[in-house]
């Protein structure tokens, strides 16, 4: 018994393949489309698993400190590591903001940690080249995806910093990469006003009477001094000691320290549910429209497969085939066009994801779901070449 | 069966080279790779520790001259940069109505000084008045012993006699009060010209004026200052340390200093004091760090970086600080058994400047740690040392 999908094939098989390739980068768009999204999640929960904090605790009533503003004080942890369950607590500041490096512009998200010893909440868990942070100012961790080397100096506003160590996808919820510096350089980084504007200050302040009364001298010093602060934080990360229970102390850090605090699970849902929910249906949206796209190529691929063969349908009614053969060949041809473009997809999207700006991730079952959708999009669509061959008259084979 | 065509061959040849390239995509790139780590050894090594903090370039001692009383400011002599020797007049108040004063002082001065010499005068004549009128009241007391005159004659001479010794008394107590009165108008005008005196500021050490902050015609307050002046052999800095990291901060530790306005060079110095009271807003400790050359030029307030060196420790087994990592509340390091990484909890000391750390227990020299990894580790993961993540 001959294989006569197999038989027809090889006989116009360059044709067939490369309409599997063109088949298959389509869907490894769609792939690398889920992959978009699985890695906009992940990129989440990356960030919460590697702050290595149980809960996180921000201003009042805000979604801080990746979702939303938040501020506090910078002494606000003393009262926090007082409570029964809490193990460590570190401040860590976050500002997104623009750095111009070697003449092209760098968006990062300038990370306050605090560096008085390792594996302080807020510090990365792991590092793919070189050393945590060990001077308390000027040292910098910085995310690969800066493009910054180890040793290299990268000026952040006022100073210069020197990269001692390297993480891997450490980056915000709109994917800048992540640069950890030590907490009061960050404090400063954010709170202190560049040079013209605490210039500008300090004569606002002088002329105001009220600051620079006659006769008492000292008074505009001390009002521009107390100007000039930096003092503040965007949240407290808190590590809890082992068996306690989260939402009992984030209970109790709201009830008596008029503070929000979020657990692990809440932040995560903040990260993943809410920061990136329009972006994650707009992918959706695309996704499906990929889906329908794809579905109506290899239907119209298969069709005018089918209709070529016309003559050679008809000879086989001919000579008496029955239609299972024909529906059997048909069928077989869009299965192997639909493992032939799984493959080739697969493959693309492994090999272009890494060079997406952001993280792309591949999940098997994504791909396995992707495969048995290919298979019955390829299955439906030949149904449609199916019908129409068995409407084909014998008659065809000889006349016409 | 046909032998099989050449363009079967090839086919099958390209499927099966298919087939691989996806099996390699698979398993080398996302989640079901083994995760890339590198490698390294723990080895006995010296750890050279140090301590880091920013500092501001201070005056040790910094002295603001100013009036004891409000006034204005007659003259400035100096400006800011200025050397001035001890004893120097740096600026002058207005004086007001103290020259007037001190005039008065000088003319009642000179009137009680006449009148000293006045009572002086008086008190002479007193004396001889006094002299006249004993002698004649003892001759007239001798004439009535020979009955020569009468009682009442007498009696008048001995009562003049006690008058003008009287009169005497009187001249030389107000003799006594004229030289009080001069005492009290030479105090008077003493007293006057020392607060002539406190209107000129002079300057109490040789040093160099570093402000000038009030100009001629402009009033002060008391203890506002005019002029500051600072002894720049007393420049230092006034390093800033975290308290987290301030163990074995002490006096004598020698000092790298890099100025802001300098960054490619390097000054040595050492702690001279270490301040009692630290900053517990910012949770930093105050150190004094003085240099042992002081380079010209220096602007009271620049930013330096200073270093400071602890003691090293020789032959402490290390690793290096990204190996250690931490589990709840244990630290330990990540080592490959059978190409799985497994957690080792360990003992970590002191942490050098260069990024090792000291292992008090848990590891033994030799022993292999993970170092860097493409991706956080959990127990069992499968891993694949690398030379280099990159």
Same mark, same amino acid.
């Not at chain 1, 910078?74 to 590591?81: Q, S, T």
């Not at chain 2, 080895?43 to 520790?49: F, K, S, V």
């Given at each position: 018994?001959?294989?006569?999908?197999?038989?027809?094939?090889?006989?116009?098989?360059?044709?067939?393949? =490369?309409?599997?390739?063109?088949?298959?980068?389509?869907?490894?768009?769609?792939?690398?489309?889920?992959?978009v999204f699985?890695?906009?999640?992940?990129?989440?929960?990356?960030?919460?698993?590697?702050?290595g904090?149980?809960?996180?605790?921000?201003?009042?009533?805000?979604?801080?400190?990746?979702?939303?503003?938040?501020?506090?004080h910078?002494?606000?942890?003393?009262?926090?590591?007082a409570?029964?369950?809490?193990? $460590?607590?570190?401040?860590?500041?976050?500002?997104?903001i623009?750095?111009?490096?070697?003449?092209?512009?760098?968006?990062?998200?300038?990370?306050?940690? $605090?560096?008085?010893?390792?594996?302080?909440?807020g510090?990365?868990?792991?590092?793919?080249?070189?050393?945590?942070?060990?001077?308390?100012?000027?040292?910098?961790?910085?995310?690969?995806?800066?493009?910054?080397?180890?040793? $290299?100096?990268?000026?952040?506003?006022?100073?210069?910093?020197?990269?001692?160590?390297?993480?891997?996808?450490?980056?915000?919820?709109?994917?800048?990469?992540?640069? =950890?510096?030590?907490?009061?350089?960050a404090?400063?980084?954010?709170?202190?006003?560049?040079?013209?504007?605490?210039?500008?200050?300090?004569a606002?302040?002088?002329?105001?009477?009220? =600051?620079?009364?006659?006769?008492?001298?000292?008074?505009?010093?001390?009002?521009?001094?107390?100007?000039?602060?930096?003092?503040?934080?965007?949240?407290?990360?808190?590590?809890?000691?082992?068996?306690?229970?989260?939402?009992?102390?984030?209970?109790?850090?709201?009830?008596?320290?008029?503070?929000?605090?979020?657990?692990?699970?809440?932040? $995560?849902?903040?990260?993943?549910?809410?920061?990136?929910?329009?972006?994650?249906?707009?992918?959706?949206?695309?996704?499906v429209?990929?889906?329908?796209?794809?579905a109506?190529?290899?239907?119209f691929?298969?069709?005018?497969?089918?209709?070529?063969?016309?003559r050679e349908?008809?000879?086989?009614?001919?000579?008496?085939?029955?239609?299972?053969?024909?529906?059997?060949?048909?069928?077989?041809?869009?299965?192997?066009l639909?493992?032939?473009?799984?493959?080739?997809?697969?493959?693309?999207?492994?090999?272009?994801?890494?060079?997406?700006?952001?993280?792309?991730?591949?999940?098997?079952?994504d791909?396995?779901?992707?495969?048995?959708?290919?298979?019955?999009?390829?299955?439906?669509?030949?149904?449609?070449?199916?019908?129409?061959?068995?409407?084909i008259?014998?008659?065809?084979?000889?006349?016409? | 069966?046909?032998?099989?065509?050449?363009?079967?061959?090839?086919?099958?040849?390209?499927?099966?080279?298919?087939?691989?390239?996806?099996?390699?995509?698979?398993?080398?790139?996302?989640?079901l790779?083994?995760?890339?780590?590198?490698?390294?050894?723990a080895?006995?090594?010296?750890?050279?520790?140090t301590?880091?903090?920013?500092?501001?370039?201070?005056?040790?001692r910094?002295?603001?001259?100013?009036?004891?009383?409000?006034?204005?400011?007659?003259?400035?002599?100096?400006?800011?940069?200025?050397?001035?020797?001890?004893?120097?007049?740096?600026?002058?108040m207005?004086?007001?109505?103290?020259?007037?004063?001190?005039?008065?002082?000088?003319?009642?001065?000179?009137?009680?000084t006449?009148?000293?010499?006045?009572?002086?005068?008086?008190?002479?004549?007193?004396?001889?008045r006094a002299?006249?009128?004993?002698?004649?009241?003892?001759?007239?007391?001798?004439?009535?012993?020979?009955?020569?005159?009468?009682?009442?004659?007498?009696?008048?001479?001995?009562?003049?006699?006690?008058?003008?010794?009287?009169?005497?008394?009187?001249? +030389?107590?107000?003799?006594?009060?004229?030289?009080?009165?001069?005492?009290?108008a030479?105090?008077?005008?003493?007293?006057?010209?020392?607060?002539?005196?406190?209107l000129?500021?002079?300057?109490?050490?040789?040093?160099?004026?570093?402000?000038?902050?009030?100009?001629p015609?402009?009033?002060?307050?008391?203890?506002?200052?005019?002029?500051?002046?600072?002894?720049?052999?007393?420049?230092?800095?006034?390093?800033?340390?975290?308290?987290?990291?301030?163990?074995?901060?002490?006096?004598?530790?020698?000092?790298?200093?890099?100025?802001?306005?300098r960054?490619?060079?390097?000054?040595?110095?050492?702690?001279?004091?270490l301040?009692?009271?630290?900053?517990?807003?910012?949770?930093?400790r105050?150190?004094?760090?003085v240099?042992?050359?002081?380079?010209?030029?220096?602007?009271?307030?620049?930013?330096?970086? +200073?270093?400071?060196?602890?003691?090293?420790?020789e032959?402490?087994?290390?690793?290096?600080?990204?190996?250690?990592q931490?589990?709840g509340?244990?630290?330990?390091?990540?080592?490959?058994?059978?190409g799985?990484?497994?957690?080792?909890p360990v003992?970590?000391?002191?942490?050098?400047?260069?990024?090792?750390?000291?292992?008090?227990?848990?590891?033994?020299?030799?022993?292999? +740690?993970?170092?860097?990894?493409?991706?956080?580790?959990?127990?069992?993961?499968?891993?694949?040392?690398?030379?280099?993540?990159?």
């Open positions: 018994m001959i294989n006569l999908a197999a038989r027809d094939v090889l006989h116009g098989w360059g044709k067939f393949l =490369f309409t599997g390739i063109g088949l298959g980068l389509l869907i490894g768009a769609t792939l690398t489309m889920a992959g699985r890695g906009m999640v992940d990129d989440g929960q990356v960030l919460v698993d590697n702050s904090a149980d809960l996180w605790v921000v201003q009042q009533g805000t979604l801080g400190p990746y979702a939303e503003p938040s501020s506090l910078d002494d606000v942890w003393r009262g926090i590591a409570i029964e369950g809490v193990a $460590e607590t570190g401040n860590a500041a976050y500002l997104t623009q750095l111009t490096h070697n003449g092209h512009d760098l968006r990062v998200m300038i990370v306050g940690i $605090e560096v008085d010893r390792p594996h302080r909440p510090a990365p868990r792991y590092l793919t080249a070189g050393r945590p942070i060990l001077q308390s100012h000027y040292e910098a961790i910085a995310d690969e995806r800066t493009g910054l080397k180890l040793g $290299e100096r990268v000026k952040i506003r006022r100073h210069d910093y020197t990269v001692v160590g390297l993480t891997r996808r450490l980056v915000s919820s709109s994917g800048d990469p992540m640069i =950890f510096v030590p907490l009061k350089d404090q400063e980084i954010q709170f202190l006003k560049d040079n013209d504007a605490l210039v500008n200050e300090r606002r302040t002088a002329a105001n009477p009220a =600051f620079n009364r006659p006769g008492v001298p000292g008074l505009l010093e001390a009002a521009q001094a107390g100007a000039t602060q930096a003092r503040n934080v965007n949240a407290v990360l808190v590590r809890l000691v082992p068996g306690a229970d989260p939402a009992i102390v984030a209970d109790e850090i709201q009830r008596w320290k008029r503070l929000t605090a979020y657990t692990r699970a809440q932040m $995560e849902d903040i990260l993943i549910a809410k920061l990136i929910a329009t972006s994650a249906k707009q992918i959706g949206m695309f996704l429209i990929l889906a329908i796209v794809t109506a190529i290899v239907a691929i298969i069709y005018t497969m089918t209709l070529a063969k016309v349908i008809a000879v086989l009614k001919l000579i008496g085939a029955k239609n299972r053969i024909i529906a059997g060949m048909i069928l077989q041809q869009a299965l192997a639909g493992v032939i473009g799984f493959l080739v997809g697969r493959i693309a999207a492994g090999l272009w994801g890494p060079a997406f700006p952001k993280y792309v991730l591949l999940l098997p079952q791909a396995i779901t992707g495969f048995v959708i290919v298979l019955t999009i390829c299955a439906l669509a030949s149904s449609v070449a199916i019908r129409t061959a068995l409407r008259d014998p008659a065809e084979a000889i006349g016409g | 069966m046909k032998t099989p065509t050449r363009r079967s061959l090839i086919l099958s040849a390209l499927a099966l080279a298919f087939l691989v390239a996806f099996g390699w995509i698979v398993t080398t790139q996302g989640p790779a083994p995760v890339r780590v590198t490698l390294d050894t080895r006995a090594m010296r750890l050279e520790r301590l880091f903090g920013i500092a501001t370039v201070e005056a040790r910094s002295y603001s001259i100013g009036p004891t009383l409000a006034g204005r400011v007659a003259r400035v002599l100096v400006d800011q940069g200025d050397a001035v020797a001890a004893g120097q007049l740096l600026a002058e207005e004086p007001v109505d103290l020259d007037a004063r001190i005039v008065a002082g000088k003319a009642a001065m000179e009137a009680a006449k009148r000293v010499q006045s009572a002086q005068a008086a008190v002479l004549e007193a004396a001889s002299r006249l009128a004993k002698n004649s009241a003892e001759r007239y007391a001798e004439l009535r012993r020979k009955n020569f005159v009468s009682q009442e004659a007498a009696d008048t001479k001995t009562h003049e006699a006690a008058a003008a010794d009287a009169a005497h008394s009187a001249a +030389v107590a107000a003799l006594a009060a004229a030289i009080d009165e001069a005492k009290r030479q105090a008077e005008l003493s007293g006057a010209g020392s607060s002539r005196a406190h000129r500021l002079v300057s109490p050490v040789a040093g160099v004026v570093s402000a000038r902050l009030a100009e015609g402009s009033t002060v307050v008391a203890g506002q200052s005019v002029v500051q002046v600072v002894d720049p052999a007393s420049l230092w800095l006034r390093v800033r340390i975290d308290q987290g990291r301030s163990q074995g901060l002490a006096v004598g530790l020698p000092a790298e200093i890099v100025l802001r306005s960054p490619d060079e390097r000054f040595a110095g050492r702690v001279e004091r301040d009692w009271n630290g900053d517990s807003i910012t949770e930093e105050i150190a004094n760090v240099f042992d050359r002081r380079p010209d030029g220096l602007a009271i307030g620049e930013l330096a970086e +200073v270093t400071l060196r602890l003691p090293a420790i032959q402490a087994l290390a690793i290096p600080l990204a190996a250690l931490r589990r509340a244990q630290s330990g390091v990540w080592q490959v058994v059978e799985r990484a497994r957690f080792a003992t970590a000391g002191a942490i050098s400047a260069n990024g090792f750390v000291e292992i008090r227990e848990g590891l033994a020299a030799g022993d292999a +740690v993970i170092v860097h990894s493409a991706k956080a580790l959990s127990d069992g993961t499968r891993v694949k040392p690398v030379e280099s993540l990159r």
